[in-house]
């Protein structure tokens, strides 16, 4: 019957055979004595009658015959069978490692350290097991055992991980998605209110606090979307050769109107040239969007500066402000989806917290990088690094 | 005519403070929203409301933890620290008893909102 142990060990002793030593019974024991001294390989020999085991004779229980008074001559030319052990243990080749093992190390102390013989489970000879070779195995089993338990736990532990991080995800995910929402069903039955009233400039204010609501929504779902097919690898890429230069000048007037009407100055500095690099322009006007309209947000006086570089054969935007910074200790968190602020359930400002897991995700599909300066207090400085030149790109204009 | 009862409302949402200001206002309610933790503490002990609507996710101090910080003000003046969030609300039932806070409503449910609040200020709907 076949039953895991503790261990799990189920290996069966058929193949850890060292030997397949073995005399007639009728042999003399002399010529056993030669095929001992003449190798030192063979610790032990099977007797073997008919294919069948009957006895062992081990190296040191014979040459502790022979040695002894008068031994050669009162021995030598006896058939081995009458020095033999004949009652030696024997374990069919199907046996389980630890049983035999256990069965071993129940004979009398003298003899623990005999070889094992191993049949066929028809009973016919198939070979010798050292116990030394035995507990070795067993113990190195037992440590890959540990092992594997190790880890399986700690993949376990992993596992475990990701579910939090995914259940997290969808509460987040679930709470962006139903804020606008409840925004919307509150403006719409204080919108019927104001119908009731027949105040007109009161719906048309309510309108267009819904329209703002609705279309923040929209951008958070436009948001998720993009972040899943990124994730799912399904985000398609067409590389063209653009006016980079041209491009951030215009990313520029946009951060303008976003800063307001606070004390924020938006500059450009590039080359007096323009800068042509084949990328995917769709891809990158959403990278640097994202980082500037995050600078001007996050800035409330001072400037937020889009810088253009060229390094060796690399093209390197920088979006610089002067906001409040990001404390060394959350930086590492900026890229993860919703890791906005330390505390998932809290956001530090407006926003999903996605736009910068999604333009870290957009720059590595561009072949780019964004890497991150940052002071708490002074300001912080994304800087995204494209190589100039993409193969199969094609010919384009902005 | 008795004085209004006084409901203070905290989020961090501009929109959120806006509806559930324009909603729940009437002649017998007063809202007061305030769109910050900071202040909150002091805010509670001079405004003396008779409830406090408190949204859950906002920055740095999340409301769950602000209702441990404002509860013991509350509880002098007997008034009651509701949540008032987009949550779940399996998981808004379960902060308001482990805050021991009076109860829980979800944002977007207008009808809920206005039972629940006149409830707590015992007011005839």
């Known amino acids: ?398 | 005519m008795q004085s209004k009862k006084k409901v203070l409302v905290v989020d961090d949402d501009e929109m959120h403070l806006y509806t559930t200001k324009e909603l729940l206002q009437n002649d017998f309610i007063e809202v007061i929203t305030h769109k910050n933790w900071l202040g909150v503490t002091n805010r509670v002990r001079d405004l003396q409301p008779d409830l406090v609507l408190l949204d859950i996710n906002m920055p740095a101090l999340s409301g769950d933890k602000l209702a441990a910080i404002i509860k013991p003000y509350c509880e002098t003046m007997k008034t009651p620290i509701v949540f008032h969030s987009s949550n779940d609300e399996d998981s808004l039932r379960d902060l308001a008893k482990t805050h021991g806070v009076q109860g829980y409503i979800c944002k977007g449910n207008v009808g809920d909102l206005r039972s629940k609040v006149n409830r707590y200020l015992k007011l005839q709907a």
């Open chain 1, 1 to 398: 019957m076949q039953t895991v142990n503790a261990q799990g060990n189920v290996l069966p002793v058929g193949e850890l055979i060292i030997s397949n030593e073995q005399a007639t019974p009728q042999t003399v024991v002399n010529k056993v004595a030669e095929r001992f001294f003449s190798t030192t390989d063979v610790d032990a020999i099977a007797v073997v009658e008919d294919n069948e085991p009957v006895g062992l004779i081990t190296r040191t229980k014979l040459l502790f015959t022979l040695f002894r008074r008068f031994g050669f001559e009162l021995y030598g030319k006896y058939p081995i069978i009458a020095i033999a052990e004949t009652t030696p243990l024997i374990v069919p080749e199907n046996e389980r490692l630890d049983i035999v093992i256990d069965k071993a190390l129940e004979r009398q102390p003298q003899d623990i350290y005999d070889e094992i013989i191993v049949t066929t489970p028809g009973g016919a000879y198939k070979g010798l097991l050292s116990v030394k070779q035995l507990v070795i195995q067993q113990s190195n089993s037992l440590a890959s055992n540990i092992l594997q338990k190790e880890m399986a736990s700690a993949r376990a532990r992993e596992l475990e991980k990701i579910n939090q991080v995914k259940s997290q995800f969808l509460a987040n995910v679930t709470h962006e998605l139903r804020s606008p929402v409840n925004a919307i069903i509150g403006l719409a039955e204080l919108l019927r209110m104001s119908a009731e009233k027949g105040s007109i400039e009161q719906i048309k204010e309510r309108l267009s606090f819904m329209i703002s609501s609705a279309t923040n929504l929209r951008a958070i779902i436009t948001n998720i979307l993009d972040l899943s097919k990124l994730e799912a690898g399904k985000m398609e890429v067409s590389f063209l050769e653009i006016n980079a230069t041209a491009l951030i000048s215009e990313i520029a007037e946009t951060t303008r109107i976003l800063a307001g009407k606070k004390p924020v100055t938006v500059k450009v500095e590039a080359p007096p040239l323009p800068i042509m690099i084949s990328t995917d322009p769709v891809k990158l006007r959403q990278i640097i969007m994202n980082l500037a309209s995050n600078a001007a947000k996050f800035t409330e006086q001072g400037e937020v500066t889009l810088s253009l570089s060229i390094i060796g054969s690399r093209l390197e935007i920088a979006v610089a402000d002067t906001g409040i910074g990001i404390k060394e200790q959350d930086i590492d968190k900026l890229f993860i989806a919703f890791g906005q602020v330390e505390d998932a359930k809290t956001k530090q400002h407006e926003g999903t917290g996605l736009g910068l897991t999604i333009s870290k995700n957009l720059a590595e599909l561009i072949n780019g990088s964004i890497t991150i300066r940052s002071a708490y207090g002074k300001g912080t400085t994304f800087v995204v690094s494209l190589p100039l030149q993409n193969n199969n790109a094609g010919q384009g204009e902005l």
